[in-house]
């Protein structure tokens, strides 16, 4: 290819696991459906790690962050909020604050509101309650920078230890039933996700959610069922955001 250039990238690979016995497959239709949708997450790819072996992983692409004023929310946070001065503005009632990182969190959503309200609602969708710091932001940009999610394993059928546990979990209108972004978020931002994950099409969400063959643990018949489950959350999803985000 003209002006093409050989470099290398890093890459985070996962596979399926006694608690995530469909983490492989979770990571790769989660990233199939937030690229038609326009979310913001790390892009991956199938992968093994030689020719020789038969267990199939994902590769989560690790791409340069130098340059980039990455706020690290991996980190444990010892900062009291209870500690704030007067003259800062009180959290939100109702803010998620399990994980830490509360002011930032704030900041974050006040920086990047439609991606914020965009991940939030996709999250809900796919049965993911596990963003709690599965996301990095560029919070010290002078304009706009970066913000991306990480780590969708936890979700569809994944989202429990077992195929069938997640299923039936999947098939509930009240999961999940939190979100570190919930208060956080834009109301109009997340109806307009809202919307634009109803108007999906069916082709669609089947295409991203089904194979040729079995991936990883996940036969054809387990994939079709997670392409049904996904139209049926579509059905309730604004109900859901609602009660969980707003």
């Not at 690790?62 to 009291?80: C, I, N, P, S, W």
Request: glycine share 6%; net charge negative; with cysteine.
């Amino acid at each position: 290819t003209t002006g093409a250039e050989d470099g290398h990238l890093s890459a985070v690979l996962k596979c399926d696991h006694a608690a995530a016995q469909s983490q492989v497959y979770a990571e790769l239709v989660a990233n199939r459906l937030a690229m038609f949708l326009g979310i913001p997450v790390l892009v991956g790819v199938p992968a093994r790690t030689s020719a020789s072996e038969t267990r199939l992983r994902f590769a989560a692409l690790r791409a340069a962050e130098v340059g980039l004023d990455v706020y690290d929310f991996t980190t444990d946070d010892r900062q009291d909020t209870d500690d704030d001065s007067e003259d800062v503005l009180p959290l939100p009632d109702g803010m998620y604050r399990n994980a830490g990182h509360a002011r930032p969190m704030t900041l974050l959503a006040t920086k990047y509101p439609k991606e914020v309200a965009d991940l939030a609602v996709f999250d809900l969708w796919i049965g993911n309650e596990d963003r709690a710091l599965n996301f990095k932001a560029d919070l010290g940009a002078k304009d706009r920078g970066l913000m991306f999610a990480l780590d969708q394993g936890s979700s569809l059928l994944a989202c429990r230890p077992t195929v069938d546990q997640s299923l039936a979990w999947l098939s509930r209108t009240d999961f999940p039933s939190f979100h570190p972004f919930q208060k956080l978020v834009n109301a109009r931002y997340c109806g307009a996700m809202v919307e634009r994950i109803a108007s999906m099409p069916d082709w669609a969400i089947l295409s991203a959610s089904t194979y040729d063959d079995t991936v990883g643990n996940v036969t054809i018949d387990e994939q079709v069922a997670t392409y049904l489950a996904l139209i049926e959350r579509k059905r309730f999803l604004g109900e859901l955001v609602d009660h969980v985000l707003l």
